[in-house]
């Protein structure tokens, strides 16, 4: 088992809704990701937290605004969706920023868009 | 930027055949290489990394993999696969800058037949 939680596993939520990703590790590491994965696609970064700080934004449309309230927490909340972006998001850390640490992934959150 | 090309999308080998994946990656200085692995149903595993020193790098369940730094290659390899080893695999490329931006492969799909 990952040492990485995300929760919910799965989510569907109509276009106009509101709802968060939340993403956990208690490995001490203080480097934190959001990744999208698309079916028979590689995951694709879309945010990068160093200590608690946002250091990558990889050009996310405004619809998803990353939160990482403490070392351990990561959250990703979702508001006016697009069908198009259901996916598998992932959450993933690793020990710090730079170095050779390499991540650690969650399951995933599979996000249906109706 | 730097990328990554996987050559093999599918690939179907029987029990005790012998495994080569190729990944090519394209950055000008020095990065580090990853190889990570997706069983059915599961997270994203690290199959091996390697950062500097001998090219040859061993990892988990008897894969290796070859960095060529001439080549821009770290292709992966196992003697003698098995029907566990049945997922896909991904290359990953890394700059050892001061952000954590792991990039990934398309990814190749290995079904290992009994």
């Known amino acids: 088992d990952t040492e990485v939680t995300q929760t919910p596993k799965h989510l569907v939520m109509g276009m106009t809704n509101k709802k968060s990703l939340k993403c956990e590790q208690h490995?001490?590491?203080?480097?934190m990701y959001w990744y999208k994965q698309k079916a028979k696609k590689p995951p694709e970064l879309m945010f990068v937290?160093?200590?608690?700080?946002?250091?990558i934004n990889e050009s996310v449309p405004s619809r998803f605004s990353p939160e990482c309230p403490n070392s351990s927490l990561l959250n990703l909340h979702l508001h006016a969706l697009q069908p198009e972006d259901s996916a598998l998001y992932l959450c993933?850390?690793?020990?710090?920023?730079?170095?050779?640490?390499?991540?650690?992934f969650g399951n995933g959150t599979r996000l249906t868009v109706t | 930027a730097q990328s990554v090309s996987q050559h093999n999308h599918h690939v179907i080998l029987s029990e005790a055949a012998s495994l080569e994946l190729g990944c090519n990656y394209s950055?000008?200085?020095?990065?580090?290489l990853f190889w990570y692995v997706q069983y059915p149903g599961q997270h994203l595993q690290l199959l091996l990394k390697?950062?500097?020193?001998?090219?040859l790098v061993k990892g988990i369940k008897g894969f290796e993999a070859e960095f060529i730094k001439s080549k821009f290659s770290f292709n992966l390899r196992k003697p003698s696969v098995q029907w566990s080893d049945t997922a896909e695999y991904f290359c990953?490329?890394?700059?050892?800058?001061?952000?954590?931006?792991?990039?990934f492969g398309t990814g190749t799909k290995l079904q290992v037949i009994p």
């Open positions: 993933a850390s690793s020990q710090g920023p730079g170095g050779n640490s390499p991540l650690h």
């Open positions: 490995m001490g590491h203080r480097a």
């Open positions: 937290y160093s200590y608690e700080k946002l250091s």
């Open positions: 950055y000008g200085g020095t990065v580090n």
């Open positions: 390697y950062f500097s020193g001998d090219p």
């Open positions: 990953a490329v890394k700059a050892p800058n001061g952000y954590q931006k792991v990039t």
